[in-house]
């Protein structure tokens, strides 16, 4: 038997078809009966050898359904101490399957699932479908990291000042302290070796934030949405990323106003009048007004405003031969990016109403993503509209109240 254990199965069945062919009439009894001992211990073999092929197989087959499904326990979850050969191995483990694509497969599956819908590649058994139910085991979150990101990244992409300023993702209590000035110490001239009369003394306070509650609900027929299964993931993501852009930019720029949470009230400057429009002084005299207090803030200062009034108020401003100070920029890999005007980039952000310019520090809004971006699906009962809700917590403070400006022309 140890000598079948070594051989092939090529050298199994070569010679298993040699004494197939052997002339058995011609051998004594005793090499008769030993020849057909043999011919059975060969075909055992090969029998015990298919049947472990065959069990492999089985068993591959198995493991690439369970990943799929998102019910495969994870390697790096199982303990050395079960795990195969784990007492004797010394290095890492790594588990290398990209879970993330299958994550993704399987949660818009049970988004159409769900929903009523059922795509061209989904005629599964019950037991199939039963392996689809999201469970904290098998889902690192409610919805997959790469959908999350493209979300974001749309979010980003339109809601230019949510795009640029500074976020955070805590999920509890969200402080900022934030500095409001320097009480004592500034830099003063001395003599020869002496020490200043005074040390700097910054004042701060610490304001809490609990965030807001972002939400939208994406509605769509039921005739929509069997007809339109090409782009039934692109819409819900481009949808619910448009809205919760909209509604978190809107958050911010009225963060930006609060008398509490946003930029001092001497950096409001307001343009009166009927004929009111932009000067090169009103311009100059805002950039005059941002000081970071030597917090860093890498982006630098930024000019934000939408079309209306980066074309028909900042591009306006002129020196004494009518030659404007703003620059058009050329084609850039940010497509907010409009020009500059004395050293300021200007973006444009469509969220922001006509006649309003912010300019300011992104770094220094400290914002703070709590909960989301999650995406909840339903039916509504009665319509059979397909239902999605878009929800995330978010909130932010102006670090330092002196970093933003804010200039209004007319009323």
Not at 301 to 325: K, L, Q
Request: proline content about 3%.
């Amino acid at each position: 038997m140890d000598e079948l254990t070594n051989m092939s199965v090529d050298e199994i069945i070569a010679e298993l078809q040699q004494r197939m062919d052997a002339d058995v009439s011609a051998m004594t009894p005793e090499d008769a009966a030993a020849h057909d001992e043999r011919m059975e211990a060969l075909t055992a073999e090969l029998e015990t050898r298919n049947q472990a092929a065959e069990q492999r197989t089985a068993r591959i087959e198995a493991a690439r359904a369970a990943i799929e499904s998102g019910n495969a326990t994870r390697l790096d979850s199982v303990p050395l101490a079960r795990a195969a050969g784990g007492l004797a191995f010394s290095g890492q483990i790594q588990d290398a399957t990209d879970y993330s694509r299958y994550e993704r497969s399987a949660y818009f599956k049970d988004l159409a699932r769900r929903s009523g819908l059922v795509f061209p590649d989904m005629e599964l058994t019950a037991q199939e479908r039963a392996a689809f139910t999201h469970l904290t085991t098998n889902t690192g979150s409610v919805v997959p990291t790469e959908t999350q990101n493209q979300i974001i990244s749309l979010i980003d992409s339109s809601a230019v000042i949510f795009g640029d300023v500074h976020r955070d993702n805590f999920a509890h209590v969200y402080e900022v302290p934030r500095h409001t000035g320097i009480t004592t110490g500034d830099a003063a001239k001395t003599n020869e070796g002496a020490a200043p009369a005074n040390d700097e003394q910054n004042a701060f306070d610490t304001i809490t934030i609990d965030g807001d509650e972002i939400k939208k609900t994406v509605k769509m027929s039921r005739k929509m949405q069997v007809q339109s299964i090409a782009a039934f993931e692109t819409y819900i993501i481009n949808e619910t990323a448009a809205r919760l852009a909209h509604t978190a930019e809107g958050m911010i720029v009225d963060t930006l106003d609060d008398a509490t949470y946003g930029m001092a009230t001497d950096n409001k400057i307001s343009i009166t009048g009927t004929s009111a429009k932009l000067t090169k002084a009103k311009l100059v005299e805002a950039l005059g007004k941002l000081k970071t207090f030597n917090n860093p803030a890498p982006k630098g200062a930024i000019v934000y405003a939408n079309g209306t009034t980066i074309w028909n108020a900042i591009a306006m401003v002129e020196d004494s031969n009518n030659r404007s100070y703003f620059i058009q920029s050329e084609q850039t890999s940010d497509p907010t990016i409009q020009g500059r005007i004395f050293g300021k980039v200007v973006k444009q952000d469509d969220a922001l109403a006509d006649n309003v310019i912010l300019i300011g520090y992104p770094d220094l809004f400290r914002s703070n993503l709590f909960d989301g971006i999650d995406i909840r699906p339903y039916i509504e009962n009665g319509t059979q509209l397909r239902c999605w809700d878009g929800y995330m917590l978010y909130g932010g403070v102006l670090a330092v109240p002196t970093s933003w400006a804010k200039i209004t022309i007319g009323s």
